[in-house]
Structures are given as C-alpha cells and as structure tokens.
C-alpha cells in the first residue's frame, strides 16, 4: 500500500521561505508524476506543481512560477517542494499526490482524478 508522508509545514511570514518534503512508500515510482496540490479555507482544492519521475519534467500553476521549486530525490523517493517569497495567499494546506500512469498532459495535472495516492496534508500559515 502507498503512503505519502508530507512534513515542513509551518507558520511564516510574508517574504519568508519553507520547504516542504514528501516521502512515498510502499512502492518505488519509476513513472508517472508526483506534485503538490493545495486547499485554503473556504476555497477548492487547487494544483500547485508536479514533476515527471521519468526525465523530470516540472510544470507550475501561474500564481507560483518563479516562487516555488519542485524537485525529486529518486534515491529517497521523495519530492520537494521549494518556496521562496511566501505570500499570504499562500496559506493552505498542502498535498502531496502521485500516480503512476503515463502519460501525464497538462489537463490531468490540474485535475484531481488524476492522481491515485494522497497524503494527509501539511499547514502552511503565511502572515502579513
């Protein structure tokens, strides 16, 4: 069974930095993507990143392109996801997801059915 642990949420400020980390289990991802969605209060769920596990390929939603890095340790099956100048608007708890399945366009990307695996989420707080 495939658990995704996500860690390195927090409370910061605007203009501050966080990283956060996303490790799988129970299988080894050779294909497919891994990527990070997020949900604010009040709000849906929306795509933040993703990553191709075969040649790396990244793809961003508008809002953080130039913010936020995703990368990957294949050796600790494990994604990151790098974000600098944290905004307010930033705040909500993020997901990690992953899939196996290719291939990946830009619409499965944004759309959650997409994706097979889940992890619980991690808070992140941006203050003003």
């Known amino acids: 069974q495939v658990q995704l642990v996500e860690s390195g949420g927090g409370l910061v400020q605007a203009g501050d930095s966080l990283r956060l980390s996303c490790a799988a289990s129970?299988?080894?991802?050779?294909?497919?993507?891994m990527g990070w969605f997020r949900q604010a209060p009040g709000k849906v769920r929306e795509f933040v990143a993703a990553?191709?596990?075969?040649?790396?390929?990244?793809y961003y939603r508008g809002s953080v392109k130039g913010r936020f890095t995703i990368s990957k340790d294949n050796a600790k099956n494990t994604v990151y996801l790098q974000m600098n100048s944290l905004k307010p608007e930033d705040t909500a708890v993020y997901y990690c997801?992953?899939?196996?399945?290719?291939?990946?366009?830009?619409?499965?990307?944004?759309?959650?059915?997409?994706?097979?695996?889940w992890g619980q989420g991690t808070q992140v707080t941006v203050s003003s």
């Open positions: 990553i191709r596990w075969s040649g790396g390929s990244t």
């Open positions: 129970g299988r080894t991802f050779s294909s497919g993507a």
């Open positions: 997801t992953a899939d196996s399945r290719d291939p990946f366009t830009i619409m499965r990307y944004y759309s959650e059915s997409s994706w097979n695996y």
